[in-house]
Structures are given as structure tokens and as C-alpha cells.
């Protein structure tokens, strides 16, 4: 099966997933969070509600007129609000449109029938805050329908599919865009688009196209001779990086309003031809880097009204190499020392006026693409040479005056001449056709003359090398120009390159002598580091470099590659830059990668709180950081002070190897509580409550009967558990039939399905192109079905090749993600195949799975361990969880934690073995501690039952001592009133105050 096609399926259901419910840290009597849940008075601070129900889809919310929601199968869903006709309007102001989904994850858009759109801007943005820097666009959005959706008021497109980058077709025939004055950013990012029909767009009021197509670079062909681009101001980077198409028509562009055209073009590096005959640059100001990058652009059309402007050097590399003009003017002819081209040159090719263009004027033919018979050698008589040409056309023969009309270079003298054809009427430009004036006689074959070079070797430079040639015949030197040409290939990159002599007048046949240009070495260059310095985290560091080479900055890959060493640990770390294609050698740069401060450290000890005993008190350490736990004596080292008297004591932990500074954190040495071991009479030891029931493991799905085998010759056998119609009408009355190729169902009044469901006999079929039925796995329109040895569409649970697989009861399409059956949930990857494995991360939860499948509810022991799975979601609780009327902590890990003692949010909780949360009296290690309804341990006076008790600043309860002077309570803790106390010397009254 197609995994990245099953996997988009999977990709919408983790959406389903819910979000916790979260206590605010305040004790509020009742609390209702988001509409679910009453939060009860005595909840510790910082619970998770974990009896929560999680919502699958979120709920409808307002905007403008209009609601939308996220639905479960991850479908931003638009909709009027009273269900007939809602105004879309953004809640914030025109450039600053911020609409309320932007937070969201959605993979597709459905607005539905009434909803009337203002405003297009950013439409489908997805901002996402990640290390701090917001990242814009949605590549998770697959598909959108927006054919509910009235645009008849939209005056801005701009963005409206930015980033875009997952969408592979695109139906805009819906849009009305009659009133729109802003496109630019339309399609950035759209780099999975290969087509875009933009037949309807009514382009009449739009001023910007600025980055409309920006990197589409999937678009092969884009079809724009619809468009109305006469308001048009900014044609910017318009088509920057469309680096698949292969042609571009804009030969119906009106530029006449146009001012800026910059890197209009580039990096189309597809394009072999451009048609701009009807551009009008008379208001355009820049057209700095228009064609740069079109590597294989061979001809440019453009009219008397194009002009190339451009600021200082920036007409270097700023076009392609493979561009010829009308009259044959190659770059070659006209580049620089430094193999530039200057901007003069960047203008239509004509006769005595050479240039890189091909000149065709709007609505007529460029003459340079008619046919022309070639011409044969004339002898040389003295006189001008003047032969008649046959042109032709799509068929169509050319007319001398009325379609085209001749002119004739050097056609008196020996040597090449030619016909310069001028098209007149529906033709325009001019086509050169040469031919040869020779002298009568034999003439001498120079292929085996050796070709003398002034030099034979060069290092690359990046200009094109062209040494002197020489060439003799029986001692005499032949004549350049006269008795020869001479050509060049291959003369600017490092290799071997190539000198060709082509004899011409009494001399023939081509001569040819190589010379080679060897790579430059990179330790003439200066390489920096961009980063230097760097602070250890765990990851490697891959800094980037700049290699100028004389001026030139050298571009990675192409000019060379750059390999990591010692790039991870604190220490010295090196790049090894290593030269490719035009440049060798190697050369090294460092950088440094610093210790990490423990500034930013969580430190812990694994016990807050000793009696004193006259021992040195040591702690174990855990020292966490960016989320990793540290290694003791690798990452740093322990020592304390102060761990022996009482009082606050510190364990310092000092940075080492790849982490540096210090941090320390307290515990306490408190004399130990005294007191004459009576239990206090008014409360109770609680009773140890027993461990959470460990649930039922719940059966596995049944498994339904194979399918029968194909009886021969008569109908399929019928299957078991399959045969749901999905709403496909029952097929004309026929019958089965079979041949070598496979069964086929004939219609009783001819003809067969083919490529298509039938429902015959009450059971669904799928037929090939041809009309034979199909089994096994099939996809179609994108979804996976089922077909039965018998052809019958499975439905329901089915094991195939040692998994299970649910297909949807009604569609039989193949599961994937969440789905619930039976009113159990269970996972279906994204090959469809039921998960059973344990647990299982999804959409930021937790979840564990039976070896049925199923998703596991409530209380489930893994590992020697207690967790608790969230009734109705299934997600693994953690914090604090509220089952059965009795709290419980679950730890990070969502292990149930049954370790005593738990400091949370500030405050001391006891846990029994059972892991349920203690409260009121509780006698640990022989000491009375008082733990409040919320379970926090009371400190200070607390009434318990009418009497008055003093919990120390550690919890424990004071017994048979003065508190504050001036009470006295004895060996039950309680405060005496009205007594006499401490032996009878001391007199209290009903307040419990010293009677003095």
C-alpha cells in the first residue's frame, strides 16, 4: 500500500485529540472550566481534572457573521451563521488581518453555500511560534473546496495561499475576482502545484502581482493569456524560482502601467523561450536580475517598446548562457573579460545593432522562426552576389514585398555571405541565411594541420580563456578571418577545452586543439567562520562559512563541501572546507563550542528535610537541563555545606566537562520533635485504603470468517460479514460470466461496468478499465478498500496478512487514525493496520493499547506500575487525578506515585502505599501531622474537632510545650483551656492564654 498516501488519513485524526483541563492555582469553592466541569472546592493547586471529557473536534466559534470550527476529520469547516447568509469578515483591521484559525491545524477548507467574503488576505495562514520565531504558511493543507464561498466584495487576494506548500491541485473556478486589487504573495509556496487553471480570473482592477508565483517550483505550464494586467504597477518576482516550467505565453500582457519587473524571472532555469513582444517598459525602473538563473533560455521576443534598465555591475550573471538572439548573437560574442554581459546587449539582435534579444513586434510573426530553404556556394565573379530565398510557414509559402523583404552582407568577396531577411506586414524581426562565395579551384583540407595555442593551460578565474591561434600551411601562416574561423567551447569552467579552425575561401574541413583550465586552489582564498563561538546544548554545530575567492564569494556545493569534526562536545570543533568543480584542495577553519552555564539548571534533592543526628547529611542530587537529565561526575560534581547542625543546609553542584558555574539548593536539619509518645486522643489513624481494582482486559474484535473462493462458472460466493450497498444503486439485471482473463458481469441488455462500483445482488463490486472485476487491495480517488477473493467490497473488521484492519461499515474505505467501534477506540496506523503494540504517542497525549487493540480506560498496572488512562479519552493522566471520590498523583512518567511525602505547588502531601492522597490526622514515624481537606499538611493553629492544635513549621505536632508563651498544649495536643497545666504552676483560661 501507499504509505504517504494512508498516512495523510492518520495526519487529520491526531487533531481529534483534546486538551486538559487545567486548574488555576486559587482553592475556588466551584470553578466551571470551558463549560465541562464543576472543579471541586477541596482540588489540590495545579490538578488535571482527569474525569474530563475530550472533545474530538473543536466547537463552533463567531467570526463576523459567520462560524467556523475544526471538524474530526481535521477540515476547517466555514458555515453562515444562521445557516443562509453570513457576511466573512477578518476581526482585525486591513494589514493586520489576523483570522482566528491562523493558531490552528487543519489539512483541509470547506466553506459552505452563503458565506460572503470581504476580505481573502492571509486567508489560510498558520502562524506557529517555534524557538521563538513565528513560522508562517500551512503545509499541512491537502485540499480546498471553497465553492460555498461568494468573493464578488473582495478587493484583496494577497497571501491568500502562502505557504501552501502540501496542495497538489487547486479548483479557483468558484472565484470571483472582478473587483480585486491586490494578488501579490496569491501562491507563494505552493511548491506542489504543478498546474493552476486561472481561466476565470478577471484580472481587470488588479494593481499588484508582486511574488504571485513566488516558488512555485512544481508548476510545469501556467496558462495566463486570460489575464488583464492593464492596472498592474509591480510584476516583482513574479515567477521567482518556478524552476519547472518549460514555457511561458505572456505575449497578451499589456506593462504599459508597470514600474517594477525585478527578478521577474529568475531562477525560471526551465524556460527555453519567453515571449514578451507586447511589453511596454516605458514606465518600468528596475529590471535588475529579470532573467538571471534561466539557464536554459534560448530566446527572448520582445518589441521596439522593451528596454533592459539596470543599476551599476548588476547586469552580471543576469541572464542564462544558452540565450541566442534573432540574427544569431550569442553570449559568447559579446561577454565581458569577467564573462559578464553589459546591459547594451541585453536588446533585440538586428542588423548592425547586435544584441541577445529576438526582435517581433506585439500580434505579428517573428520572422527569425520561418523556414528557409539553405542556399548553396557561389563562385566568386567580383560582382555582388544577390540569390532569392524560399520561406515558408506553417505551410504556407512567404511573399517577397508583401511578407518579408532582403538585404545582403559581404556577398561580393570570397568568404561566407549572407541574406538578411527583414519581415514586413504579419511578420517582424530579421533571420540571417548564409552562404558561401567561393573561389573556382581545389581547395586545401586544413582537418589534419596542426593548430599552435600562445597557451595551453590556464587556472580558472572564472573568465572565458581564449589563447591566440596559429595555423600554417607548407610554412605559410594562414590569415584569421580570411583563411579561417575560429571557435571556443568549453573555455571557462575547469577541464579540457576546446579550439576549433574551420577553413574558409581556397581553405576547408575544421582543425581542432584542446588546452586545459585547471581548478583553482581554495588556500588562496579567504574563509571565515559566520559563528565562531558557540554554547553546548547536546547538538552538533554546523556554523556556515564564506569562501572569497579574490573577490568572488564561492557558493557551497557548487564551488565546494564543507564536513564537521568535534562539532558536538565542548572543545575545539573544525570545519574542513574541500573544493569542488571550478576550485581543489583543502582548507580548515575552528570554531570553539563553550561549557553551558547551570544558571538555567533545575536542582533537586531526593530528601528536603532531616533530624539531626550528629551525621553529615548527603542528599542524592538531580540536576536537570533543557529537558535531560545531567550525569553526576561526567556533568558535574556535589559537594555541601553546613550538612551537619541543625539548621538550612545546601548541596552546591559545580558544573563540569560540557557544563560550567555552579548551582545549590537547601534542605533542612531541624532538631528532632518532642514529646511523650502518648497518640493524641481526639483523631483516628485513617485506614489504609487498598489498591485501585485492576480492570477487566478486554477481548479481542472478533474476527469475521475469510471469504469464500470464485465457484466456477457460476456468481461469486458470497462473503461473510460484506455486501453494504453505500448508496450505489443496484446495476441492470445480468449475469456473471468468465474467461481467461477473469470474471465480468454482462448486462442482459448489453454492455458491462467498467472503472466503476456496481451493486449487484445487493453486494458492491469494483470493475477494472476493461470490465473485469478486481480483488485484493484497490485504491481510488486517494482511498484504500478491500475486495474479497470473490470481488465483494469488505466492510467491518478484516485480518489480512497478519493484520487487522477495519473498513468503514457503509464505504468499506480503509480506516486510519482514531476510530471507535463498538463504542471502543482503537488506533489504525497509517497503512491502516490496527495498532496493538502498548503504548502510544499521539497528538501530544499518551495512550495504552490492549493486545486486543483497544484503547484502555481507567486504572491499568504496566511495568510493576499504576497508571490511569482518562475515562472517555483514553489519555494517560499526570498530576493530579480524582477517581472514585480520592485523589491520586501521577508523576511526569504517569506512573501513580505511592512515595510518601510530595512536595507540589508549593505544599507538603502525604501518599499511601495505595497512592491515594491522605487527609486529616496522620501519624508518620511517630509523629502526629494534620493534612488538610485539600491534603496540604496544615502548619501553624489548625481547629480539628473543636480543639485547637500547633502544627509546627515541619507539620509535626507540638505536644506538652508553650506555643508563643502564652498556650500550653499537653500530650494529646490539644490546647488546654480553663486548666491548670505544666504540672499545676500555671493557670489557663478559656482563651487557652497564660493566666499571669
Known sequence: MDQNEAGSVSAKSASRLGLLVRIVPLLLASVFVSGLISVPANAPIGVEIAYAEESRATSWKNVDECVWRIDDDACLVIKPKDGVSGRLTPPTPYGEVRWPWESESFSSVRVEPGVRATNCHQMFYKRVVI???????????????????????????????????????????????????????????????????????????????????????????????????????????????????????????????????????????????????????????????????????????????????????EVKDSIGPAIVGGLGTKIEDVSLDDGSVNSSWIRPDVPGSPGLLTLKEPKTIAVTDVEALSLPAYEYTGDAVTPSVSLAHDGKSLVDGTDYKLSYENNVEPGMAGVIVEGVGAYSGYKRIPFAIEISGPKIDLSSTKVVLSQERYEYDGKVKRPGVAVSVDGALLVEGEDYDVAYSDNTNAGDAKVAVTGKGNFTGTATASFV?????????????????????????????????????????????????????????????????????????????????????????????????????????????????????????????????????????????????????????????????????????????????????????????????????????????????????????????????????????????????????????RFDASGYMLTGWIRVDGVWYYLDSSGVRAEGWRSIGGEWYYLRPGSGAMATGWAQVGGTWYYLKSSGAMDHSGWLYNGGKWYWLESSGAMAEGWRSIGGEWYYLRLGSGAMATGWAQVGGTWYYLKSSGAMDHSGWLYNGGKWYWLESSGAMATSWKSVGGTWYYLKSSGAMATGWAQVGGSWYYLRSSGAMAVNTWVDGVYWVGSSGAMATSAWVDGGRYYVGADGVWQK
Open 131 to 313: 524557538d521563538g520565531q513565528i513560522c508562517q504558511g500551512n503545509s499541512d493543507l491537502v485540499s480546498v473546496d471553497l465553492s460555498g464561498m461568494d468573493t464578488k466584495s473582495v478587493r484583496d487576494m494577497a497571501d491568500m495561499f502562502y505557504g501552501c506548500s502540501s496542495l497538489t491541485s487547486l479548483d479557483l473556478s468558484s472565484l470571483n475576482t472582478s473587483n480585486v486589487e491586490e494578488m501579490w504573495l496569491m501562491f507563494y509556496g505552493c511548491s506542489s502545484l504543478t498546474s493552476l487553471d486561472l481561466s476565470n480570473f478577471n484580472t481587470s482592477k488588479v494593481e499588484g502581482m508582486n511574488s504571485m508565483f513566488l516558488n512555485c517550483s512544481s508548476l510545469t505550464s501556467l496558462d495566463l493569456s486570460s489575464f488583464d494586467t492593464s492596472n498592474v504597477k509591480d510584476m516583482s518576482t513574479m515567477f521567482l524560482n518556478c524552476s519547472s516550467l518549460t514555457s511561458l505565453d505572456l505575449s497578451t500582457f499589456s506593462t504599459s502601467n508597470v514600474e517594477d519587473m525585478r527578478r521577474m524571472f529568475d531562477n525560471c532555469s526551465s524556460l527555453t523561450s519567453l515571449d514578451l513582444s507586447t511589453f511596454d517598459m516605458s514606465k518600468v525602473e528596475s529590471t535588475i536580475y529579470m532573467f538571471r538563473g534561466c539557464e536554459k533560455l534560448a530566446r527572448i521576443y520582445a518589441g521596439s517598446l522593451f528596454s533592459y534598465t539596470h543599476n551599476g555591475n
Open 517 to 765: 583550465i585547471d581548478p583553482a586552489p581554495l588556500s588562496r582564498a579567504t574563509v571565515s567562520c559566520l559563528s565562531t563561538s558557540h554554547v553546548y546544548d547536546g547538538a552538533e554545530k554546523r556554523p556556515k562559512v564564506t569562501v572569497d575567492f579574490g573577490g568572488r564569494v564561492l557558493a557551497e556545493e557548487k564551488d565546494y563541501t564543507l564536513s564537521y569534526a568535534n562539532n558536538t562536545e565542548v572543545g575545539t570543533a573544525r570545519i574542513t572546507v574541500e573544493g569542488r568543480g571550478n576550485y581543489c584542495d583543502t582548507v580548515q577553519v575552528v570554531f570553539s563550542i563553550e561549557p553551558v552555564s547551570l544558571s538555567g539548571a533545575q536542582v533537586s534533592v531526593s530528601q528536603t528535610s532531616y533530624d539531626y543526628d550528629g551525621s553529615a547529611k548527603r542528599p542524592s542530587v538531580t540536576v536537570r537541563m533543557g529537558g535531560k537529565t545531567l550525569v553526576p561526575d561526567a556533568d558535574y560534581s556535589v559537594s555541601y555545606v553546613d550538612n551537619v547542625a541543625v539548621g538550612t543546609a545546601r548541596a552546591v553542584v559545580t558544573g563540569k566537562g560540557n557544563y560550567t558555574g555552579s548551582r545549590s539548593v537547601s534542605f533542612a536539619i531541624q532538631q528532632p520533635t518532642g514529646g511523650d509518645g502518648q497518640t493524641p486522643g481526639a483523631p483516628d489513624t485513617p485506614s489504609k485504603p487498598s489498591n485501585p481494582d485492576t480492570p477487566s482486559t478486554p477481548n479481542n474484535p472478533s474476527k469475521p470468517s475469510s471469504p469464500g473462493s470464485t465457484v466456477n462458472p457460476g456468481v461469486p460466493s458470497k462473503p461473510g460479514q460484506e455486501g453494504s450497498q453505500g448508496g450505489i444503486p443496484a446495476a441492470p439485471a445480468g449475469s456473471w460470466k468468465h474467461d481467461s482473463a477473469g470474471w465480468w458481469y454482462a448486462y442482459d441488455k448489453g454492455g458491462y461496468p467498467a472503472n466503476v462500483w456496481a451493486n449487484i445482488d445487493g453486494k458492491v463490486y
